[in-house]
């Protein structure tokens, strides 16, 4: 990897307020300054046509309100363009097993991209809940030594009906069996989010509360739920990635 090149930060949350804070969980967890960034709205801006993977030393996507499985014509032109955008941009990322990580709506993309099928049969409310790890995972870079089980902060009406063809399953979980997965040697994807802690979630859950994940009623519950564990592993993922591609003398793993 060439020094100095920038992680780009893709988002698709149309709330100024929770896209920001998302960021700067992004920062936080990641040990990354901003400075070392480039992020684009893309539910604002698009991804660029003429983007460049040369330019950049890694990929993050986080999480949206919008939902892969939601019947097409229900969805607004705003979700087809991003659903657009990443069809093109995962061509090329799977292509030169360019270093990604998506986590939620990023784990649904590329599940969708790789033929998986993306469906509300998994689906979880928010929370903080145990994941498994397999023993291929176990072997992988970004959860070597860690414990068997590690606690995680999710809430997902979809995820991945199977593992993506061709990919490797990394964590699996009893209500929802895709949990985390890689493609080659570069590219991975969580249903959870690595980035988060009790802040951000609360921030979310009074956001997205009338979205569906839950019922307004029972927002004082889940603020409660997601505050009673840390999820240290979980973070600890962002951070493995980041000092795996982005950060200055890191090396790129290639098959």
Known sequence: ???????????????????????????????????????????????????????????????????????LKKKSAEQLQVEADFQRLLQQVIAQDFPFLGACSGNGLLGNYLGAGISSRYGEAVGCVELDITEEGKRDKLLVDFPDKIDVLLG?????????????????????????????????????????????????????????????????????????????FAQEILRRFVAAYVLPGATREVG
């Open 1 to 71: 990897m060439t020094e100095n090149k920038p992680l780009l930060v893709l988002q698709l949350r149309p709330e100024d307020r929770i896209a920001d804070s998302e960021y700067a969980c992004f920062l936080k967890y990641g040990q990354l300054p901003a400075s070392m960034t480039e992020r684009i709205r893309i539910e604002r801006y698009g991804i660029p046509a003429d983007l460049q993977l040369d330019n950049y030393s890694a990929i993050l996507v986080g999480g949206s309100p919008f939902d892969i499985s939601t019947p």
């Open 156 to 232: 997902h009406k979809e995820a991945c009906d199977e593992t993506p063809a061709g990919a490797a399953l990394l964590m699996t979980g009893q209500a929802c069996p895709v949990q985390m997965f890689r493609v080659g040697n570069n590219v991975y994807a969580t249903q959870f989010h690595p980035e988060g802690d009790a802040a951000e979630f609360t921030l979310r859950i009074d956001a997205y509360k009338h979205h569906g994940y839950f019922l307004p009623e029972e927002a004082e519950q889940l603020v409660e739920a997601v505050s009673r564990k840390p999820t240290p």
